[in-house]
């Protein structure tokens, strides 16, 4: 049982390129999660995704997008890297929406140069 | 609008001292749950325990006990007898029965020198 697992665990950016952060999870929980954790500022929910189809926006989804084509996939695209992007970027999900126990990814830690 | 604060950045503590971490939160709900995470340096994420509004006994596991007071908002967290492997960032979280977000405080740094 792997849980959430994210890719890449690390990468470095230009500015103005674009990449797409993966997360997958193996448990069938319908709710899923992106968070960026800054130094000392704690998790900014990104975006986040109630079921296949369905996802909105958390505190901080300016710069970026996503998709929930299945249950298990919760892809994070970045179109315009910028160096405000750099951080370390987590997927989580987790069963019952906000109420439950959130499983979380290894993360990504993204640089923007 | 809800808001968690944890006004500890860093705690530095000697193995086998005792050490709290603070949690005092905001929100309007009548119901809600709170957590407490972990995140030791390899970075990943760990649940600790969940504790929902109308819970306010204590709750001890292990070296681990949580003291929940709804009359100050607060969701105090202790550890007896640290250890190095205790040295980690812990989150303290909340979200609103019903709602789809858990706001997470900034987060305190223990660490625990041999």
């Known amino acids: 049982n792997a849980g959430v697992t994210q890719t890449p665990k690390f990468r470095i950016l230009k500015i103005g390129q674009s990449m797409t952060l993966q997360c997958t999870q193996d448990?069938?929980?319908?709710?899923m999660y992106w968070y960026r954790q800054d130094p000392g500022m704690g998790l900014k929910l990104i975006y986040y995704?109630?079921?296949?189809?369905?996802?909105d926006k958390g505190e901080v989804p300016n710069g970026y997008n996503v998709s929930r084509s299945t249950t298990e996939d919760f892809p994070l695209r970045l179109e315009l890297a910028a160096p405000s992007q750099t951080s370390v970027y987590f997927c989580?999900?987790?069963?019952?929406?906000?109420?439950?126990?959130?499983?979380f990814g290894a993360g990504t830690r993204l640089s923007v140069l | 609008a809800q808001k968690v604060t944890q006004a500890q950045t860093e705690i530095s503590v000697v193995e086998k001292e005792d050490v709290t971490l603070d949690c005092v939160y905001e929100?309007?709900?009548?119901?809600?749950?709170l957590f407490w995470y972990k995140q030791p340096p390899s970075g990943e994420l760990v649940f600790l325990i969940r504790?929902?509004?109308?819970?306010?006994q204590n709750e001890i596991s292990g070296r681990y006990s949580w003291n929940f007071q709804k009359s100050t908002s607060s969701f105090n967290f202790t550890i007896t007898a640290s250890q190095v492997v205790d040295s980690a960032v812990y989150f303290c979280?909340?979200?609103?029965?019903?709602?789809?977000?858990?706001?997470f405080g900034a987060g305190t740094r223990l660490f625990v020198k041999a």
């Open positions: 929100t309007r709900d009548t119901t809600y749950y």
């Open positions: 979280a909340l979200s609103e029965t019903g709602g789809f977000k858990t706001i």
């Open positions: 504790r929902n509004s109308f819970d306010e």
């Open positions: 995704s109630v079921g296949a189809g369905i996802t």
């Open positions: 989580a999900s987790s069963w019952a929406g906000g109420k439950d126990i959130q499983y």
């Open positions: 448990m069938n929980h319908n709710y």
